[in-house]
């Protein structure tokens, strides 16, 4: 099973918005939706952002939203801070003959 | 709220078994509907999902390492725990369990602790 496709960095200035993409296939993605984002500043363990596409976890700003286009998952940090410097993964549920799960590559989120 | 705890060796020798536990406090490892699992970091391999084990004891395992791990719950002492054998340098990583959903996603997670794999 391949890992999802980042880019590997994205930098935006206070107040900006930036868009991190995820590319899967058929299989994970494009199936299921079962996709998430994490964040993880240095040192620390992976934090849910986003369950199941769009759903945001109690606790999580509304300036943080997911989509979902065909094979293509969206997260999309809008009015940037600097507390929202860290890496993102993205991740989706994939199935062949019994669970399994896929994380994306990590994107570098730089707030300039 | 839940927290999530790893324990085990730090360094582990090539070909022998990688042996850690989660300690799960705040709730309860029987709780219905919930999927216990190992998820492991590093550098060359990114995030990797390892295996999970659901709360009533079904296991679900990455098939590129299921032949060489195995996850166990003891809901006595309210743990779950990972054993990977034969290890090798490209075993070590960051090693993080986790609570997840029934939709299989990582919903909490442990600190992570560093397993070193050499000799």
């Known amino acids: 099973q391949s890992a999802l496709t980042q880019p590997p960095s994205v930098s935006g200035s206070p107040g900006q918005s930036v868009t991190i993409s995820c590319t899967g296939t058929?299989?994970?993605?494009?199936?299921?939706?079962?996709v998430c984002w994490y964040q993880q500043p240095p040192g620390t363990a992976p934090k849910l952002m986003i369950y199941?596409?769009?759903n945001r976890p109690s606790g999580v700003p509304d300036r943080f939203s997911g989509s979902k286009s065909g094979n293509t998952a969206s997260l999309t940090i809008s009015g940037l801070q600097a507390e929202d410097e860290a890496d993102y993964y993205c991740?989706?549920?994939?199935?062949?003959?019994?669970?399994?799960?896929?994380f994306g590559t990590g994107t570098k989120v730089t707030v300039l | 709220q839940l927290q999530l705890q790893e324990s085990g060796p730090g360094l582990v020798k090539p070909s022998e078994t990688l042996s850690l536990t989660c300690s799960v406090s705040?709730?309860?490892?029987?709780?219905?509907?919930?999927?216990w699992g190992w998820i492991r970091q590093s550098p060359g391999r990114g995030l990797e999902w390892i295996g999970s084990?659901?709360?009533?004891?079904?296991?679900f395992y990455n098939p590129s390492l299921q032949s060489r791990v195995t996850v166990s719950l003891d809901t006595s002492m309210n743990q779950f725990s990972l054993r990977l054998t034969s290890v090798t340098a490209a075993d070590t990583a960051v090693y993080y369990c986790?609570?997840?959903?029934?939709?299989?996603?990582?919903?909490?997670w442990g600190q992570g602790t560093l397993v070193t794999v050499s000799s």
């Open positions: 705040g709730g309860s490892i029987s709780s219905s509907n919930y999927y």
């Open positions: 991740s989706s549920y994939t199935r062949s003959s019994t669970h399994n799960y896929v």
């Open positions: 058929s299989s994970d993605v494009g199936s299921y939706n079962r």
């Open positions: 986790a609570r997840q959903r029934d939709d299989f996603s990582p919903e909490y």
């Open positions: 084990i659901y709360y009533s004891g079904s296991t």
């Open positions: 199941e596409v769009s």
